[in-house]
């Protein structure tokens, strides 16, 4: 079957070259199918296309004919809208968290030896500030003392001018209260 097609496209090939040399051009048929067959020609009319008056019209008798897909249209163009507000608000955030993470990323990469020295400091400042407590207790307790010595000697003043019972009353309170011996 094949070989016959084959033969009958040579043939279609040397009757398509003869006429070439002739200068007849064939137009879509072989001669042998020309001979054979009646040229027809094409009756059918194709109907033309109707232009629009205008495209503002056309749109208006879409649009009227479909007020609620244009509801729908309008409002997922509003939900676009503030979908893309977000995402650039999203990636303002991202973008100013992405800078403060780099910044970091930069100080305890290139600055390791700046963080040490600031934890060294913190710990002496730390030390220093318990050295600070300690002074002021110290200092406390010499104010302390030193008020105690005044009160001795204001209480020993009096208890010179008191009576002896009173004198041994308040030894004994000053004592037992304050832990003060006169």
């Known amino acids: 079957m094949s ?7 040579v043939e279609n090939a ?29 009756t059918t009319k194709q109907p033309k296309p109707v232009a629009p008056e205008s495209v503002d019209d056309v749109l208006k008798d879409i649009l009227s004919h479909q007020p609620e897909r244009i509801r729908e249209i309008q409002t997922l163009s509003l939900q676009m809208a503030e979908l893309e ?3 650039r608000a999203l990636r303002a955030r991202l ?7 780099e910044t970091v990323q930069h100080l305890l990469r290139e600055q390791p030896s700046r963080i040490r020295e600031i934890h060294s400091l913190s710990q002496q400042m730390a ?56």
């Open 3 to 9: 070989r016959l097609v084959q033969n009958e496209n």
């Open 14 to 42: 040397i009757h398509l070259r003869q006429d070439g040399a002739m200068g007849i051009k064939p137009v879509g048929l072989s001669i042998s199918q020309k001979k054979n067959t009646p040229v027809k020609k094409n």
């Open 85 to 87: 507000e977000e995402n």
């Open 95 to 101: 973008e100013a968290s992405s800078k403060v993470d």
């Open 127 to 182: 030390q220093k500030d318990r050295e600070n407590e300690e002074l002021r207790a110290r200092m406390a307790a010499m104010e302390l003392e030193r008020s105690m010595v005044e009160v001795d000697a204001i209480t020993r003043d009096r208890l010179r001018h008191e009576p002896p019972r009173i004198r041994n009353l308040l030894r004994s309170k000053l004592a037992s209260n304050y832990g003060i011996q006169l």
